[in-house]
């Protein structure tokens, strides 16, 4: 389970709309977009003209899309300037797995944007991994953050936390341990929200399975 499926779980009323609702014909578009973002960053391609030909091709998430994509833009730029220092995006992927034993479950950590900040030629270098909420509502923050923060410090251990960060994408802000500090309790808050979405996911598959 992706760390973004967090924040999605639906009320009863939700899913009720929804399965009353047309189907959407937009399919699954925040992994096209982090695609194009990374990118982006890495200088391959032009995310803004990238998302045009994206919406040509299906203009169900014009909105949402250009969205992302001026929140992403506004947050790497800001970010860039600051630094004013040369980078690297690290050309392998970064993933791992984090075990909830509680539970029995297996939180996935992957997809990240993942950068080398400094000369290549000092050892004064630092990384940044970036892992992207992309919901609309809630705005990534509180819990969330600090939990969010947990399991990617947790999982990814040959890191430092401070190199970790989640990404607000749509409002083009991101988060870091020292702007929400762990308070040692994180694993235990992990766990029950997890165990709630794996009870929530049984229930939905109770309710909506097909007939044998």
């Known amino acids: 389970m992706p760390l973004a499926s967090l924040s999605c779980a639906k009320t009863s009323d939700e899913r009720s709309r929804r399965r009353l609702s047309p189907r959407s014909k937009g399919g699954d578009f925040h992994t096209p977009f982090w695609t194009d973002?990374?990118?982006?960053?890495?200088?391959?391609?032009?995310?803004?003209?990238?998302?045009?030909?994206?919406?040509?091709?299906?203009?169900?998430?014009e909105r949402l899309?250009?969205?992302?994509?001026?929140?992403?833009?506004?947050?790497?730029?800001?970010?860039?300037?600051?630094?004013?220092?040369?980078?690297?995006?690290?050309p392998f992927s970064i993933k791992a797995q984090l075990?909830?034993?509680?539970?029995?479950?297996?939180?996935k950590i992957e997809n990240l944007l993942a950068v080398t900040i400094g000369p290549q030629s000092t050892d004064n270098q630092s990384n940044r991994l970036i892992y992207p909420y992309f919901s609309e509502d809630p705005?990534?923050?509180?819990?969330?953050i600090r939990l969010g923060l947990w399991a990617l410090a947790a999982a990814?251990?040959?890191?430092?936390?401070?190199?970790?960060?989640?990404?607000?994408?749509?409002?083009g802000t991101s988060f870091g341990i020292?702007?929400?500090p762990l308070r040692g309790n994180?694993?235990?808050l992990f766990a029950r929200h997890y165990g709630a979405l794996l009870r929530e996911w049984r229930d939905l598959w109770n309710e909506y399975r097909p007939a044998a």
């Open 139 to 144: 705005a990534l923050g509180g819990e969330a």
């Open 65 to 90: 899309y250009h969205e992302l994509s001026d929140g992403f833009l506004k947050w790497w730029n800001e970010k860039r300037r600051w630094q004013n220092e040369p980078f690297q995006v690290i």
């Open 186 to 188: 994180e694993q235990d």
């Open 156 to 171: 990814l251990e040959q890191y430092s936390p401070n190199d970790l960060r989640l990404l607000d994408a749509i409002r």
């Open 99 to 107: 075990p909830i034993r509680e539970v029995g479950g297996v939180a």
């Open 178 to 180: 020292a702007d929400s």
């Open 37 to 61: 973002a990374k990118n982006h960053a890495a200088g391959k391609l032009n995310l803004i003209t990238q998302v045009d030909e994206r919406i040509a091709r299906n203009d169900t998430r």
